[in-house]
């Protein structure tokens, strides 16, 4: 007792005059700040864009959850999952946003050349038209579904398409595989699930996987648009098919496990909502609730066909 308060009073003693230094092992790991955390970057992100829908208006990137980034435009999402070994890029916006993309990867300070994996929502120019650029930019391998392999690989759309006649060409890319459903993209600690969703393209996929923040895990969905758009000539009650494969889709996304949900276009999740807390960013019954207004469109669009 007497030696400890001895030593004590050896330290005390000679702090006016040095201060002593005793080593006690490694430093503190230094824990690194979040890159545009959604709580800073969501509500700049919703007062860049407002209520805009441009299909090429920057946005900042925000961070969704944990290493789920959305690095699009106002418009168009396009979604950087950052992974120790290499990261998965999903969806490319138009040539223009492409540009827009790759800049906001840089501003979270990722390098394009990690990027190891391009995947696709649904084959139009506003989603895949700046594929062939970022893949350009990265030498990344394109993964997307039998439906869109065609379209990717020359850049015209599809004559089964809805909308076939409708979008320009876009640059052709050049697809490294074609995935199924269920089948998977792995790198690393990241591991994405495909989900075939036809309906608003032949060729359309979802996404789903795994964003994990220590403890904390979200099951994330990219769910495809599946909005019942098309030309004037065309009516989905004329191609049954089709329509059964589009309802089949919906209730896939329905089923489907998620927590986060996000979209090709951001204002079809309400993110700019969601991600300034007026509406929740973490919900169970997101894809649910998605599906159930897929459905009322859906419907709606039939019956107007049966009408005319």
Not at 10 to 28: N, R, T
Not at 229 to 234: A, E, L, P, Q
């Amino acid at each position: 007792m007497f030696a400890r308060l001895a030593f004590a009073a050896i330290l005390m003693s000679g702090a006016g005059a040095a201060q002593l230094s005793i080593p006690l092992g490694k430093a503190p790991r230094q824990i690194e700040r979040p890159r545009a955390p959604i709580e800073e970057s969501g509500p700049l992100w919703a007062k860049v864009c407002g209520d805009s829908t441009d299909w090429d208006q920057p946005a900042p990137p925000v961070r969704i959850h944990a290493n789920t980034y959305l690095v699009g435009t106002c418009g168009i999402s396009a979604i950087l999952i950052a992974g120790e070994d290499g990261h998965v890029l999903i969806d490319g916006g138009t040539e223009a946003g492409a540009e827009v993309i790759a800049e906001n990867i840089g501003r979270l300070g990722f390098r394009m050349g990690d990027i190891k994996y391009l995947l696709t929502s649904h084959e139009h120019l506003d989603h895949v038209g700046g594929i062939a650029r970022l893949q350009q930019m990265t030498g990344a391998t394109l993964v997307t579904s039998a439906g869109a392999e065609k379209v990717l690989n020359t850049g015209l759309p599809s004559a089964d398409d809805p909308q076939s006649e409708m979008h320009k060409p876009f640059p052709a890319a050049q697809v490294g595989r074609v995935i199924g459903d269920g089948g998977d993209v792995l790198i690393g600690n990241i591991r994405v699930f495909a989900m075939t969703t036809p309906g608003h393209t032949p060729g359309a996929l979802s996404w789903r996987w795994e964003s994990c923040e220590g403890a904390v895990c979200r099951t994330m969905v990219y769910a495809d648009s599946l909005s019942p758009i098309s030309r004037d000539d065309y009516k989905f009650s004329e191609h049954p098919d089709y329509l059964a494969a589009y309802r089949a889709s919906i209730a896939k996304i329905a089923e489907s496990p998620c927590e986060i949900l996000l979209t090709p276009h951001p204002s079809a999740s309400a993110m700019k909502e969601r991600m300034t807390g007026e509406q929740p960013l973490f919900d169970p019954e997101g894809c649910r609730n998605y599906a159930a207004k897929l459905t009322a469109n859906l419907d709606a669009r039939l019956a107007k066909e049966t009408a005319r």
